[in-house]
């Protein structure tokens, strides 16, 4: 077969492919060509190992920086003697263990459920083999076989057709078209359009009315769904900005541990001196203790918590994030690129409005219910014209309209909007069910036309009813009905009627013409075209496929988080216009600019329309991959929505991938970050939303664990640096090193005040009005100069306030007080854990006080209050003390360590109370 396809005549197709169309291929040979070719499915990657899965969830940063320590502290153990068991080792080992079982069964739960979505999309097809009809799973078709298409079957091949009778296919997931395309057998020329190859049908579309046969001619990733699939393999996915911020900051913190560690390690051995291997493996320690201080271990365990409590909740609302880091990303959109057809609107084609000789009638009401009425007062000769119309468009209809839980349609959308229609106007349904069905006359492109004969019940007079193309049905009419009575067509009638049908097209509606004619007994014995002539035209009608309301309501929601909506779409520009204006994407007047339009643009006049346009029509898959490049090079940060194959190269290239879950393809699906189970344009900006709020909770949670972490560091440091100025040393012995905190203890308090309180900050609800902020630059930093200066000083106050709580119960330094080494280690210790927890309620917001709300989040309060007893625990309990190294204290001292403790919160309230003045400032 030299030519392609279309480009062939269909016997010469199945003599190339040495099948016969009337037996098909026999079983034996099935299974050869099945052998060789492979199953018809989609090229996937081989499934990734376990141990590989496993590994990859300690292939993080931070997690390295752990095992760093963990590696010292089982040294430094072992040089000491391998006495006892190595309890930091121990600890930080668990901690990392934990991490990776966390992100594997998160991985391992979202891949179950893509592959449940997956498992959706699995269809049957009939086909011819050993010269009858039989089922057989697509994946199963080769390239030979014989499709039996029908009404509501799934083409689950490219195929040739070999012949159609009122064939037409709905191939909006391939060509983006929400009007179904009508097939033909007639040989095309070679290298037509897509769209435009009406003796092909595709894998992925579906047949919404008529019957066919085709032979199959390609399969899998010969198909066209195949070869869009290839261009993802072309297409490099980004990391998240999450990922690039975390990666990041663990390299600033590897380097923070390093320069500390080192400079206190050298600070310690120059001025006490390490002349014996114990005095090094002291100093060791101190290097651990800093490496423990600096590093907050939780984090990478937290992180995943948090953006897998935002993957659950965002479940809840019916969409299923595939990566956990997506769910920021989303939050961070500052454009969505969305498909039209099924996204934006319904996919549920509706009748509007009906014009006949009289005047206009109006329907309320979307989509298939047909809960609706006629709008305005129109006078009584209009009624009864558009009844008849109504009338005539419901029996010439092939289309059926059913209730099981809710109302259904079988076969072509467009006609199934008659059927509901007919609800909508009192007596129209009663007249339909009046007639019985004589023949037809079905439905061709070239015709154009569908002509039904009635039988009224109780006569023997037969009526035939037409609907179609408006001119082409208006050129067989003779004359018009114009209240009770039948009238001559004049030009001036016709003119009128053609001005309508370009007003109603202007407008964004699709119009369809209806007329009837009374036939003889003669014309009745057969009907067929012969009798399409004469007619008495009834009127026409608008059918649009409206607008989700809820989509309309996310958009304005959208609009006010300062985030654009584009639409992209195969569709018609002027309906495309219509749709994105009724929505509120643009302002009503805008056009749509086509694909055609866009390849005449320059690189720059390009980069240009994706700033000016919002309404992208009759565009390929190259245009919208093309226009999602072109935003991200405008430092935009991108979310792509979509249903069809021809989505899936932009939604894999866009920062964030959105595919819907009912009419989304295999392709898509597995192109996307986020699939939406309800296919509803509303859940994106709900996730946009619950994605704003995952980002402040990671900023929270972040802004709390690096200043309590640094409050450690502060600790340990100038502890060191100025332990004569506090009074620090060993009893008996000055010369010794006396350190502020033990590696122990200083364990402790991380695996204490880290993880439970700053989890609970990761589910706190949201901070103000999420939705009234405009998205955050790509390029700005989840820890920006700001953030990190409230890190510093906060840290540098809990340091500072610790340091002083041990100098006030020490002899000498700058407050002399008498108590031991070990009881004032212990105060500074039990004083750091508590200004880590009022931390806590500072770091909920970066303006707001921590009493505007202070109990809205129990979850924190129960971390906090659980973490308080764990502490009085490890201090007054025996077995802990000796374990911790620390000590009973008294009543004052336990008062002391509280009200010390405490200075971090009034600094937090001073340091909120300036930036909301200098808020106010700016605003003003």
């Known amino acids: 077969m030299g030519n392609s396809p279309e480009a062939t005549e269909a016997a010469e197709v199945a003599a190339a492919l040495e099948v016969d169309p009337d037996k098909g291929l026999n079983s034996d040979e099935a299974a050869r060509r099945l052998a060789e070719s492979g199953p018809n499915e989609l090229r996937a990657s081989p499934p990734e190992p376990t141990w590989r899965k496993v590994l990859r969830q300690f292939q993080e940063p931070l997690v390295y920086l752990l095992l760093v320590a963990m590696v010292i502290s089982l040294a430094a153990w072992f040089v000491e003697g391998a006495t006892g068991a190595p309890i930091d080792a121990i600890v930080i080992a668990a901690i990392v263990i934990a991490n990776a079982a966390i992100g594997y069964v998160q991985e391992s739960r979202a891949a179950d459920a893509v592959a449940a979505l997956q498992r959706m999309t699995t269809v049957n097809s009939t086909v011819v083999r050993d010269g009858s009809q039989r089922s057989v799973p697509s994946s199963e078709l080769v390239p030979g076989d014989v499709l039996v298409l029908a009404e509501g079957d799934a083409v689950g091949a490219d195929a040739r057709l070999l012949t159609a009778t009122g064939l037409r296919v709905q191939e909006a997931s391939l060509t983006g078209e929400s009007e179904a395309s009508t097939k033909n057998p007639a040989t095309l020329a070679a290298g037509i359009a897509l769209g435009d190859r009406a003796n092909m049908v595709f894998k992925g579309t579906s047949v919404v009315q008529g019957v066919g046969r085709a032979v199959v001619s390609a399969t899998g990733m010969g198909t066209q769904m195949g070869s869009i699939a290839e261009m993802l393999d072309e297409t490099e996915a980004d990391p998240s900005p999450l990922d690039r911020e975390i990666e990041q900051v663990s390299k600033m913190l590897g380097i923070l541990?390093?320069?500390?560690?080192?400079?206190?390690?050298?600070?310690?051995?120059?001025?006490?001196?390490?002349?014996?291997?114990?005095?090094?493996?002291?100093?060791?320690?101190?290097?651990?203790?800093?490496?423990?201080?600096?590093?907050?271990?939780?984090?990478?365990?937290?992180?995943?918590?948090?953006?897998?409590?935002?993957?659950?909740?965002?479940?809840?609302?019916?969409?299923?994030?595939?990566?956990?880091?997506?769910?920021?990303?989303?939050?961070?959109?500052?454009?969505?690129?969305?498909?039209?057809?099924?996204?934006?609107?319904?996919?549920?084609?509706?009748?509007?409005?009906?014009?006949?000789?009289?005047?206009?009638?109006?329907?309320?009401?979307?989509?298939?219910?047909?809960?609706?009425?006629?709008?305005?007062?129109?006078?009584?000769?209009?009624?009864?014209?558009?009844?008849?119309?109504?009338?005539?468009?419901?029996?010439?209809?092939?289309?059926?309209?059913?209730?099981?839980?809710s109302w259904e349609i079988q076969g072509d959308p467009t006609e199934a909007a008659f059927l509901v229609a007919q609800h909508k106007l009192e007596g129209t349904a009663d007249r339909v069910r009046a007639y019985g069905r004589e023949g037809e006359v079905p439905f061709t492109s070239e015709r154009k036309l569908m002509s039904v004969g009635g039988r009224e019940a109780g006569t023997d007079a037969i009526r035939l009813f037409s609907k179609g193309a408006p001119d082409v049905l208006l050129a067989e009419c003779d004359s018009i009905q114009v209240g009770d009575a039948v009238e001559e067509m004049d030009e001036a009638r016709r003119e009128?009627?053609?001005?309508?049908?370009?007003?109603?097209?202007?407008?964004?509606?699709?119009?369809?013409?209806?007329?009837?004619?009374?036939?003889?007994?003669?014309?009745?014995?057969?009907?067929?075209?012969?009798?399409?002539?004469?007619?008495?035209?009834?009127?026409?009608?608008?059918?649009?496929?409206?607008?989700?309301?809820?989509?309309?309501?996310?958009?304005?929601?959208?609009?006010?988080?300062?985030?654009?909506?584009?639409?992209?779409?195969?569709?018609?520009?002027?309906?495309?216009?219509?749709?994105?204006?009724?929505?509120?994407?643009?302002?009503?007047?805008?056009?749509?600019?086509?694909?055609?339009?866009?390849?005449?643009?320059?690189?720059?006049?390009?980069?240009?329309?994706?700033?000016?346009?919002?309404?992208?029509?009759r565009v390929a898959p190259k245009h919208k991959l093309r226009i999602v490049d072109a935003l991200q090079a405008d430092d935009q940060l991108v979310a792509m929505t979509g249903d069809g194959v021809n989505d899936a190269p932009a939604l894999k290239s866009a920062d964030i991938g959105v595919a819907m879950g009912i009419t989304g393809t295999e392709v898509t699906k597995e192109a996307s970050e986020m699939i939406l189970a309800d296919d509803n344009y509303a859940t994106i900006v709900t996730a946009v939303r619950l994605g704003r709020g995952v980002y402040d909770n990671i900023r929270k949670f972040l802004r709390y664990l690096l200043s309590s972490n640094m409050g450690e560091v502060a600790t340990v440091f100038f502890g060191v640096l100025l332990a004569g100025f506090i009074g620090l040393a060993v009893p008996d012995d000055p010369s010794a090193m006396a350190v502020p905190l033990l590696a122990t203890q200083i364990l402790w308090i991380n695996l204490v005040t880290d993880s439970g309180p700053a989890l609970a900050m990761g589910v706190d609800p949201e901070d103000g009005d999420v939705m009234g902020r405009p998205p955050r630059h790509p390029s700005e930093r989840i820890l920006n100069r700001s953030m990190w200066l409230q890190i510093i000083s906060m840290g540098l106050v809990m340091g500072t306030v610790t340091l002083l709580t041990i100098d006030i119960f020490l002899p000498g330094g700058l407050v002399g007080g008498s108590d031991s080494l070990e009881v004032a280690r212990t105060a500074g210790f039990t004083t750091l854990v508590f200004a880590q927890l009022f931390n806590a309620f500072n770091s909920r917001s970066e303006f707001h006080s921590a009493f505007s709300r202070p109990f809205d989040n129990k979850w924190l309060w129960l971390t906090v209050l659980l973490a308080a007893a764990l502490q009085f625990a490890v201090v007054e309990l025996p077995f802990l003390q000796v374990a911790f190294g620390t000590t009973h204290l008294d009543a004052a001292h336990w008062l002391a360590a509280l009200g010390m403790a405490s200075i971090v919160l009034w600094y937090g309230e001073l340091a909120k109370l300036g930036r909301r003045a200098r808020a106010r400032a700016r605003n003003r």
């Not at 953006?307 to 989303?330: F, I, P, Q």
């Not at 969305?338 to 206009?360: H, I, P, Q, Y």
């Not at 305005?376 to 558009?386: F, I, K, M, Y």
Request: one cysteine or more; glycine letters at 8%; a negative charge.
């Open 257 to 405: 541990v390093l320069g500390i560690a080192v400079v206190v390690m050298a600070a310690l051995v120059l001025v006490n001196g390490a002349d014996t291997t114990e005095e090094l493996v002291t100093v060791l320690l101190m290097g651990v203790s800093l490496a423990v201080a600096a590093v907050p271990e939780g984090l990478p365990a937290i992180l995943s918590l948090v953006l897998a409590v935002g993957v659950r909740t965002l479940a809840g609302h019916n969409a299923l994030m595939k990566e956990l880091h997506s769910v920021e990303t989303l939050g961070a959109a500052s454009v969505i690129c969305s498909d039209k057809t099924g996204t934006l609107t319904r996919n549920e084609m509706t009748l509007r409005t009906v014009v006949t000789a009289s005047g206009e009638l109006d329907l309320s009401g979307t989509g298939y219910d047909p809960d609706g009425k006629v709008t305005g007062e129109p006078d009584d000769a209009t009624l009864r014209e558009a009844r008849m119309a109504l009338t005539a468009g419901s029996i010439a209809n092939d289309a059926q309209l059913r209730k099981d839980e």
């Open 496 to 617: 009128g009627i053609r001005a309508t049908v370009e007003q109603l097209a202007a407008q964004g509606y699709r119009t369809l013409g209806t007329a009837f004619r009374d036939l003889s007994e003669e014309d009745a014995a057969v009907i067929d075209d012969a009798d399409e002539h004469a007619l008495v035209w009834l009127g026409v009608v608008g059918i649009i496929d409206p607008p989700r309301t809820e989509a309309a309501n996310a958009i304005r929601e959208a609009h006010r988080a300062g985030i654009r909506t584009i639409m992209i779409t195969g569709d018609h520009p002027v309906t495309a216009a219509r749709i994105a204006s009724d929505l509120g994407i643009v302002e009503e007047g805008a056009r749509a600019l086509s694909g055609n339009e866009l390849d005449a643009l320059s690189d720059e006049e390009f980069q240009q329309a994706t700033r000016d346009v919002s309404v992208f029509a």
